[in-house]
């Protein structure tokens, strides 16, 4: 502990009477200070003993010696040290009443204990305590070292909250808390995550306190580079002493040395899901299973779902979004306890392989309805899947990515698209090129007032072809629609008794609005 008051008080080499303010002995002394001065406040710190002889107070004057007091107190003075004998054989009245008002502690200082002698005494009491808080936080930065490399990062979590007599709490790159000690704050660190989410937005490193004066949580990020790998909660009732401080510093350095480990093992890991996911697609399950042994579990069994996932485009993000993209799943999938397999492709794809109706699954349907396209991220999602489809799978995610980007939405999964209507996928400029390309003659030749051979062509395509029913929709005689008929293949120079000149018609009349009902 630092130097008190009291400390002082009881050294048997000082002599030092408490005059006034018994009660607040036991705070802690930063410094001690030599003043003379009547107002020595604009060079004082806060936290020192001020050491006085009164040579140029008014000591026997209450009114200023209140005003001194005051002031003092004001700047953070822990206590007066008042020298007898030397200018007052003893304290005067006036100041002792001034300081048992306020309740400022007033030292009484023997002529034969010199101020030095008090100053020495505070400093070497101040280098002994910054020894033991150094001593004490290589011990504990051994203890942690040791618990990191026999038990991981749970244990760092353990032997920290134990040390700064609080709790502890690890979240990963989602801000979700992965490990809490001990177990009854495990609430308390839960609704801590938008708070450990807005630490995520800033760069590596970054701090904040939170909480109250009963409850005060420093938060710490983890991480080497800009963008932050996870976070470090420390909850106390009071702020850290240098000892506790040391301690928390090691366990940052420790599970910043285990994240960024865990970095490089998921590098190798990605390198080698990039491999099985290409055995996986040449239609090699078996394979990709002997290549991935134990990694990814059951999850190349079946069934699975993949997902590709593109930037958005647009305005660039503040970091790039797939990668915050994986670690959301990969985060997701941890916390379930299930296997997922994400290979990067440079910084334009992701590709995602994970089990049916699982945590990463859902996880990613819920990013992209709250997060995704303010992330600026587009992700196409196959049906479920088994090993000999994965090609096909694959191909269906790229195709629902197709559509969402089409679309301008966050995500399509391949199934919403069989049980939905092609009509949507015609909404692109280029194929409404085509169909204005494709109807103009017709438009132009109606224009004139010579006939009404689009409206003709809509009511003959609707009716199949069949020439009463079509008529009687038009209130023209069929023989009318016939000749219709002929000017429409003549005008475009294509049969209408082709199928696929029907179909394009078809889609064209869709396609620029004309084909309603």
Known sequence: ?????????????????????????????????????????????????????????????????????????????????????????????????????????????????????????????????????????????????RAALAEGPDAVVARLAAHVDGWAALYDTSGKPVAVSPEWAARRAARLTPDVERLRERPAPASAVVGGTDDRVELQ???????????????????????????????????????????????????????????????????????????????????????????????????????????????????????????????????????????????????????????????GLSAPAGPIAAAAAYKQAEQALSVARRRGRALVEHEDLAAGSVLPLLADDAVRAFADGMLRALRDHDATGRGDLVASLRAWLSRHGQWDAAAADLGVHRHTLRYRMRRVEEILGRSLDDPDVRMELWLALKATGEGAE
């Open 221 to 379: 990020s983890l991480g080497t580079g800009r963008r932050v790998r996870g976070a470090l909660a420390v909850g106390t009732g009071a702020p850290l002493g240098t000892g506790e401080r040391y301690a928390v510093h090691s366990a940052i350095a420790l599970l910043t040395l285990t994240t960024e480990r865990s970095r490089s093992l998921q590098a190798a890991e990605q390198r080698l899901g990039a491999a099985v996911l290409r055995m996986m697609l040449a239609g090699q399950p078996d394979h990709a299973r002997a290549v991935a042994g134990d990694v990814y579990g059951g999850l190349l069994d079946a069934p699975f779902r993949i997902l590709v996932a593109e930037p958005a485009g647009g305005e660039p993000a503040a970091e790039p979004p797939l990668p915050v993209l994986a670690e959301a799943l990969e985060a997701a999938a941890a916390r379930a306890g299930e296997a997922v397999l994400a290979v990067p492709e440079g910084e334009q794809r992701l590709v995602v392989l994970a089990g049916d109706g699982g945590a990463v699954v859902t996880a990613c349907e819920g990013y992209a309805e709250r997060e995704a396209e303010e992330a600026g991220v587009v992700v």
């Open 1 to 145: 502990m630092p130097p008190t008051l009291a400390s002082l008080a009881q050294h048997s080499a000082l002599k030092l009477v408490v005059r006034a303010g018994e009660d607040r002995l036991g705070t802690p002394v930063r410094w001690a200070h030599v003043s003379e001065l009547a107002d020595p406040v604009p060079y004082m710190e806060g936290g020192e003993l001020l050491l006085t002889t009164a040579l140029t107070l008014d000591a026997e004057d209450l009114e200023a010696m209140r005003r001194y007091v005051r002031r003092l107190l004001g700047a953070g003075v822990v206590g007066l040290g008042f020298a007898v004998g030397v200018n007052y054989e003893e304290i005067p009245a006036a100041l002792l009443e001034a300081a048992r008002e306020e309740h400022l502690p007033l030292l009484e200082v023997p002529r034969r204990t010199p101020f030095l002698a008090i100053s020495k005494a505070v400093s070497a009491a101040i280098s002994a305590d910054q020894y033991r808080a150094v001593t004490a936080g290589f011990e504990v930065q051994r203890e942690l070292t």
